[in-house]
């Protein structure tokens, strides 16, 4: 019996990264596939491109919404019938959205879309943390990770190749196989962990979703609206309800998001660097492409190729990075990693108009490898203290914070570009300048988000070493 439970655990161990991988890939390829499509779906469905931004909206903001009720589920119905609920739900809305015959369709099949990626990735992390020992935890979560890499990076890359050789409905249907073999994969090798789940914070839930709503809502409009003062106080509002969930939680006995989480100094150290490392490194998937199809001309799948290499060099930071914490432990690797980035984020504000778009290749591709160091770093050193009774909410929390985060990066970085786009004194014609400025205080923004770490320790994650 003994030996049957350890080929079972020994199976769970090498194919619950490869399950989780694959959730991953899918949600992140869905999250920026759709950018370079949305022209060629408004034609189809007969609406100004314009109006299709509530496809991409409807998504982030369901996902914003229900992330934070995921480690309630899982710890209820158990990680495995979650996830693979979860799975279904994902796929049935890809199928709706490619049946879609108009926007209101599409919209609704994204909110669908939304709450099974809400559900997804956080339960399937949740079952790679209780399934591993914290020393095995880096390697396992270090695999997982790539896809989360590459999918961004691909998604306007096959976005690109499938709308001008098939047609749009194949950026949804794509996502249909990989479902049924996640499916699959879940049913036979997925754990089913549960934990005493407390009573159902429906308060404390609605108030932390209202706030996720409102910042969501606040990240859209910004760049998308004349009107700074609605988005201001949008803005406001949220964080708003942020501080009466604080003062809920304080009071309430089993609040969704305990507040000792946040007394776990790794934890909220990892939270804090997460939400500013993002603002910087959330942009460049956007604003490398948008440079080169504005500023040279050229074609979506050209920009997707320049992109590309970042995808391949990132699993060979997931090959060095267990060996880099090793050696240099979490605080030395998080802050000489940021610089690092902070620094080839500004290089690619370098080359000049007449230059090749081609000396962009080596930037992205060494940019690669640091950022697959990043997350897998500051990924493991949140979760690193956590006690058993805290690991649900802590990752629920963590995949809340990361959402916003790259909804902020992305905000950020095209409200800087709007604002150097603006200043014709200094750009004298040349819209290029704009992105080259918008690169060097976005390098420089993720060059000083690096002092945050300065707070670990240099002990801080010895329990994660393997």
């Known amino acids: 019996m003994l030996a049957k439970n350890e080929i079972q655990n020994t199976s769970v161990k090498k194919y619950l ?43 982030v903001l369901t996902l914003a919404l229900f992330m934070p009720v995921s480690g309630f589920l899982a710890d209820k119905f158990g990680t495995k019938k ?9 796929s049935l809305g890809s199928l709706f959205c490619a049946l879609s015959q108009n926007l209101t369709h599409l919209v609704i099949s994204r909110v669908i879309q939304g709450v099974g990626g809400s559900l997804m990735t956080p339960v399937g992390k949740l079952a790679l943390m209780k399934a591993f020992p914290k020393n095995e935890l880096v390697k396992a979560m270090n695999f997982a990770i ?36 996640g499916i699959i994969l879940g049913l036979k090798y997925m754990p089913n962990y549960k934990s005493i789940a407390a009573e159902f914070d429906l308060k404390g839930f609605l108030i932390f979703a209202s706030a996720s709503l409102l910042l969501s809502i606040s990240l859209e409009l910004f760049g ?3 009107n700074t003062t609605t988005v201001l106080l949008i803005f406001i509002l949220g964080f708003l309800m942020i501080y009466y969930y604080y003062k809920h939680a ?7 998001f305990p507040l000792n989480l946040f007394k776990v100094r790794t934890f909220r150290v990892g939270i804090l660097g997460n939400l500013a490392t993002r603002l910087g490194i959330s942009a460049i998937p956007l604003l490398l492409p948008l440079m080169i199809q504005i500023a040279y001309g050229e074609s979506a799948v050209i920009s997707g190729w320049i992109v590309a290499p970042m995808a391949l060099t990132a699993m060979f930071g997931k090959s060095s990075v267990i060996n880099i914490l090793n050696r240099f432990g979490y605080r030395k690797t998080l ?4 610089f690092i980035i902070g620094i080839l984020i500004c290089c690619l504000g370098i080359p000049g108009m007449h230059s090749s778009i081609y000396w962009y290749v ?24 956590l006690r058993n009774s805290h690991t649900s909410s802590g990752n629920s929390l963590l995949a809340v914070n990361q959402q916003l985060a ?33 690169f060097f205080v976005v390098g420089i923004l993720t060059v000083l988000s690096g002092f945050v770490f300065r707070r670990l320790h240099s002990k801080d994650g010895e329990n994660m070493k393997s």
Do not use: C
């Open 17 to 59: 990264p490869l399950i989780l991988g694959t959730a991953i890939f899918m949600q992140m390829l869905d999250s920026t596939i759709l950018n370079t499509s949305l022209p060629s779906i408004a034609k189809d469905l007969n609406e100004s491109p314009l109006n299709m931004q509530n496809a991409i909206i409807s998504y």
């Open 82 to 90: 979650i996830f693979i609920f979860s799975l279904v739900i994902f």
């Open 146 to 181: 790539v896809p989360a890499l590459i999918g961004p990076v691909l998604g306007p890359l096959v976005g690109g190749y499938m709308v001008d050789y098939l047609s749009w409905h194949w950026i949804f249907i794509i996502n249909i196989p990989i479902g049924l073999l």
């Open 224 to 226: 998308n609206t004349a």
């Open 250 to 256: 304080s009071k309430t006995k089993n609040p969704i």
């Open 335 to 338: 802050m000489t990693n940021t």
């Open 362 to 385: 080596p930037i992205i591709a060494v940019l690669g490898f640091f950022n697959s160091i990043q997350f897998t770093s500051m990924n493991t050193i949140s979760i690193a203290d």
């Open 406 to 438: 790259i909804g902020f990066g992305i905000a950020f970085g095209l409200i800087v570009l709007k604002l150097f786009e603006n200043n014709t004194a200094l750009l004298h014609g040349n819209p290029h300048l704009a992105f080259r400025y918008t």
